[in-house]
Structure formats: structure tokens, C-alpha cells
């Protein structure tokens, strides 16, 4: 196994992923497995399609403004983003969690290693204050 990763959910379980593809889906599944997210959902595409049809609907100009600020694109790349969510095992990245926070309103904290080799997190929240300051 040459690209091995490892993965821990909220409960500290621990997950060995032997391919990139397979660790977006587990990132979806963290949330769905965790105890405070109540959603009416019980699989990874459920979710994907439910954060897909927000990101299209009424809150499609916020969500494309998310999409922009985190990834600098226009809003045609958007559109082709939400197509790739989905598809089943595609790392969904930051701004698919973002959305979900504005959908759900449930907090994600990313805890990571910076380049310094220092221990650093990120929440969804604190992205969209900085996203959208103005919205509720």
C-alpha cells in the first residue's frame, strides 16, 4: 500500500483509505455519523443531493459567493462543481461543508497541520462570517 491515509471520525475511530477518491466520501460520512448532525438523511449521496439542490435554489447567490471567495473562480465553475458533488466519492472540499453548515446549521472544525508543523483548525462558521459577514 503505497498511498495509504488515515482518517478519524468524531468518535475517534480510526480509518485506513487507500485512495483519495474513498477519503471524500469518508469526510461526508464524519458527518453524517456524528451525534449532533440530525438530518433526515442516511447516505453520502442523500446528502450530496441535498446540499447540491441548496446550493441551487434560494441560496444559490450566497453559496456562489462562498464558491468564489474560497476558490477565486467565477460562477461558471460553480455550476460545473455542483455537477461533480455528485458524483459518488469526489472530495467534496471546503465549500460543500460551508453549505452544509448554512443548510443544517451545524458547525465543522477542521483540525490540521500547518506548514510550520504546528497544530491548527479551521471552522465552517468562522469562513462564513468571513464569506458573509451581512448574512444571519
Known amino acids: 500500500m503505497t498511498n495509504v491515509t488515515f482518517f478519524r471520525d468524531s468518535n475517534g475511530n480510526f480509518y485506513i483509505i ?3 477518491a474513498a477519503l471524500g466520501d469518508c469526510a461526508v460520512l464524519a458527518v453524517l455519523g456524528n451525534p449532533n448532525f440530525k438530518a433526515p438523511l442516511c447516505t453520502v449521496q442523500e446528502l450530496r443531493r441535498a446540499v447540491v439542490s441548496f446550493a441551487q435554489g434560494g441560496a444559490a447567490e ?14 461558471d465553475a460553480f455550476d460545473v462543481y455542483l455537477q461533480q458533488v455528485l458524483q459518488p466519492r469526489f472530495w467534496v472540499g471546503t465549500e ?6 448554512m443548510m443544517y446549521g451545524v458547525e465543522i472544525i477542521v483540525h490540521y497541520f500547518s ?21 444571519v
Open 96 to 101: 460543500f461543508f460551508v453549505w452544509l453548515t
Open 62 to 75: 450566497e453559496c456562489s459567493k462562498v464558491y468564489a471567495v474560497l476558490k477565486g473562480l467565477q460562477a
Open 18 to 20: 487507500c485512495d483519495v
Open 115 to 135: 506548514s510550520h508543523k504546528e497544530v491548527s483548525q479551521e471552522s465552517t462558521l468562522g469562513l462564513l462570517k468571513t464569506c458573509l459577514p451581512d448574512s
